[in-house]
């Protein structure tokens, strides 16, 4: 059974689609791939590509090889180019190949079992090379060996060439352009193969990032590049969440676990239906803040699992089963994580699976 009034997280698809024009003009003339990994960063995989799907993207990202054979399912016979960034790891080959999955290679190893899942035929393949982030990719002295050894590709179709920025969300920060010189340095070596550079906040930092598929992620879910709200990037996840109760908190009284939070004066609180089972984070106060009834209001104490206090003096409308905005439209992810210390990809990928998911 469902209770109307639990907390329920709506998922804006028309805003999806909007923010990916936005970022589209924001291109030039590359491929958007949206990235859709951990389902979508939270908000659901198979309806969000399915949305970007009509909205004209024909490539997208998943980060494990289980969230590409799902998406390929859902996809049905809509043929889209899946890229897995795991990339071909140790026994997924098969998998792989019967999902028509594209692995993101990003080791000598990886491409040698790529290669040899191939056999007689051919297969497509995409290469990630690290231009400074140290995490995925072969280093520029690996490619030289790659490419004084073509036979480990012989099979292989190079359809794509990737790199990751580590910094991009800080535009004036050296690594940017740092990692573009690699980038450009290292696929002057691969000249038949497309090129994939810019994330979200890659989008943002103009014309020297474009190569000729951008992955966007976060600001395709309401993130801004920088992590902070942006004007041209719409709120797709709104979490909302029921008052339960309200009650008048004398002077020197403390609220919630721990009794961190002292009453200062006679306080309304209302205690509303989510906590951290719910995806809210344990660090938001005592910076965190909900919408209700036309305003922000501060959260009060410790976030418990299911329950949270927020400060409701001066507000008439706070009774049981009023609607709290934990998130959304009023109250931007990135605005809520900033008060947890948190990142908005954090919070978005954290909304639990107990919150009830809508979408519009
Ligand atoms: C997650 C990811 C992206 C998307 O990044 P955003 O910052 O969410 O836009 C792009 N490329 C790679 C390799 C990723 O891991």
Request: aromatic share 6%.
């Given at each position: 059974m469902t209770d109307l009034h639990d907390a329920r997280l709506t998922i804006d698809l028309d805003a999806v689609a909007a923010n990916f024009a936005a970022l589209k003009a924001r291109a030039g003339d590359q491929e958007l791939a949206p990235a859709v990994k951990a389902d979508a960063y939270g908000l659901g995989a198979a309806r969000v590509a399915d949305r970007l799907w009509a909205e004209g993207a024909r490539s997208f990202y998943v980060a494990r090889l289980a969230e590409g054979v799902a998406l390929r399912a859902a996809l049905g016979d809509r043929a889209a180019a899946i890229y897995v960034l795991d990339g071909a790891t140790p026994g997924a080959g098969d998998a792989l190949e019967g999902a028509d999955l594209i692995p993101v290679l990003n080791s000598l190893p990886q491409i040698e079992a790529w290669n040899a899942q191939a056999r007689s035929?051919?297969?497509?393949?995409?290469?990630?090379?690290?231009?400074?982030?140290?995490?995925?990719?072969?280093?520029?002295?690996?490619?030289?060996?790659?490419?004084?050894?073509?036979?480990?590709?012989?099979?292989?179709?190079?359809?794509?060439?990737?790199?990751?920025?580590?910094?991009?969300?800080?535009?004036?920060?050296?690594?940017?352009?740092?990692?573009?010189?690699?980038?450009?340095?290292?696929?002057?070596?691969?000249?038949?193969?497309?090129?994939?550079?810019?994330?979200?906040?890659?989008?943002?930092?103009?014309?020297?990032?474009?190569?000729?598929?951008?992955?966007?992620?976060?600001?395709?879910?309401?993130?801004?590049?920088?992590?902070?709200?942006?004007?041209?990037?719409?709120?797709?996840?709104?979490v909302e969440a029921p008052i339960l109760q309200v009650r008048v908190v004398p002077r020197g009284e403390t609220v919630g676990y721990g009794a961190t939070w002292t009453a200062p004066e006679t306080t309304r609180i209302a205690i509303v239906g989510a906590g951290y089972a719910d995806g809210v984070p344990r660090a938001s106060p005592p910076n965190g803040e909900v919408w209700f009834d036309g305003a922000r209001r501060p959260m009060r104490g410790r976030i418990s699992m299911d329950l949270m206090a927020i400060d409701v003096t001066d507000c008439d409308a706070a009774r049981p089963g009023a609607m709290v905005e934990l998130l959304g439209p009023n109250l931007p992810v990135d605005d809520a994580a900033a008060a947890a210390n948190a990142t908005a990809y954090e919070l978005l990928t954290h909304i639990a699976p107990r919150a009830r998911r809508i979408y519009r």
């Open positions: 035929g051919r297969l497509k393949a995409a290469l990630h090379l690290d231009t400074g982030m140290n995490r995925l990719g072969l280093r520029p002295e690996e490619l030289k060996v790659l490419l004084g050894a073509t036979d480990r590709l012989k099979r292989l179709d190079l359809d794509l060439v990737i790199s990751h920025l580590a910094c991009a969300d800080v535009p004036d920060h050296p690594m940017n352009a740092r990692q573009r010189e690699r980038f450009a340095e290292a696929v002057a070596l691969l000249p038949d193969a497309r090129k994939s550079f810019a994330n979200s906040a890659g989008l943002f930092l103009g014309e020297a990032y474009r190569f000729d598929q951008a992955r966007p992620g976060i600001s395709l879910y309401g993130g801004g590049p920088e992590g902070r709200p942006h004007p041209e990037i719409r709120a797709v996840a709104t």
